[in-house]
């Protein structure tokens, strides 16, 4: 894969990982009500799962270019 394919995966998976956080935070505000809590703690850990894909995609982009 080229490091430009992998930057722009890296991007997209922030920006993911972003909107899930955001549907987290949302299901957080609303958490009275049926499942939000659920909903909550899973966007949440999802984000953080794409999160650290993004930064591991973008860490090995970097190390091809340097090789």
């Known amino acids: 894969m080229k490091t430009d394919d992998q930057r722009g995966i ?3 998976l922030l920006y993911s990982a972003l909107l899930f956080l955001l549907i987290g935070w949302a299901g957080h505000m609303k958490s009275e009500f049926h499942y939000r809590t659920e909903i909550s703690s899973t ?9 650290g894909l993004a930064v591991l995609l973008f860490v090995l982009s970097l190390g091809k270019r340097r090789g």
């Open 43 to 51: 966007s949440f850990i999802v984000a953080a799962v794409l999160a």
């Open 10 to 12: 890296s991007v997209i």
